[in-house]
């Protein structure tokens, strides 16, 4: 190997760091509380990230999720594209299982719970590879995402209210995903292969 | 002697009145106020209770003309009408499974609580408005109350065709700092209800009543004759 194919190797290395770097995408915003009751008990929490510049999000690989709840157990977090309607959405294939699931410790009582804990202490919840590129290509075609929290206990009266008194009540998510490379690093980076796999050509036939 | 004129006009009046009526509120209302419970039971396929605390109620009573409760309620927005839940009465500590199985007295009350001005999907601290009670469930709670030694009833809401509502014990928020750590807050929700007591009067207050009109309107009468003699006499 020549000094000029260990320049070339470096330069990929370097790309393809760039291409997949890690993106980090956050909003909190307030609960709307509306429940729905059919094969789902269903709770709307809202659409996040329509502000952020979700253009360059990959897969998504690992998440938080804070919301506050109320008569819940193991309800599931869902992403997806629609926000009225969940046994329609889900049905239609629009409403993707993020992994996360809430309860509440106390029955009676309204709780935040956020999952899987302090990022401080604790690593993001690892996303299932088949969600994290559903969630990735929806944040990136659409632009944002809806979330839920639905069962399929039918029995279920959980709730997710919207404020108390005349404060309001928030979820939050936290997604962390790859970077999916511009047309531009990719024409670097083939560039860049393309001259390596060149030299390293002429070398071997010299 | 003026004075003691309008005294006994108002001595006098203020008896007659009692001898007018069945009952007689004195003092106006009594509150007492909880923290909220937050048990929620659900009834059959459509209905379910949620208890909202339990409350005290000392000094005298014969009975309960009215009341009033201000609570923090969670509730669906179709909680209106007859799907609004309705405010009950029970014994102290006594589990309320099912509204058709009835340990110890319960009293069902005519205050409902309903989602309205403004509609919402949060917790609210609702002020009902006063709501009348008939005499047998006046006299139902006042025995429910008067059967515990601290005159503690427990209130519930109820339902047979709602299940989306209920009256939390606790709200415990949970807020990310920029460092990543999370603080915990904790509020305590509590209700008020109210009550306007009923003395009925005793068989001897009504002839007390009567014999001190009596006495009175004797009096009032020669007072008046006195003057009129002196007056004559001066002349």
Known sequence: MTRANHACFALLILLS?????EITLQETKQQSGIA????????YLGRLFG?????QIGQITGMYGQVSIQRATNVTLYGGDGGVGFDTLISQGKMIDTGLRFSNTNQSSVESIFLPGAPVFTAPFSVNAAAGTALGNLLRNKGSMDFWLATTDQTSTFTAPSSVGATPKNFYVQFRGTAVPEPASWLLGCTAAGMGWLRLRRKSKA | MAIARLFLVLLSFSLLTLGGKDAVSFGGAISSTADQNGFNFLLGQTGAVSKIGTFEFSGPADSYSQVRLRNWIEMSPNSVGANAPILVFAKYNVFFPD???IFGPV????????????????IEDRQSAWVNLTPSQGNALRSIVASDPLGRVDAWLYSPTNRDFSTPDVDVSTELTPDGELIETTFVFTATVELVPLIVPEPSSYLVATGLSYVFFRFRRRSRRVPEEGVHDAS
């Open chain 1, 51 to 55: 502000t952020q510049d979700t253009s």
């Open chain 1, 17 to 21: 760091s760039t291409a997949f770097g």
């Open chain 2, 107 to 122: 009293v069902t009350t005519n205050l409902s609580v309903e989602n309205v001005n403004p509609v919402s999907n949060g």
């Open chain 1, 36 to 43: 729905e009751q059919g094969t789902y008990r269903a709770v």
């Open chain 2, 99 to 101: 509204y058709s199985i």
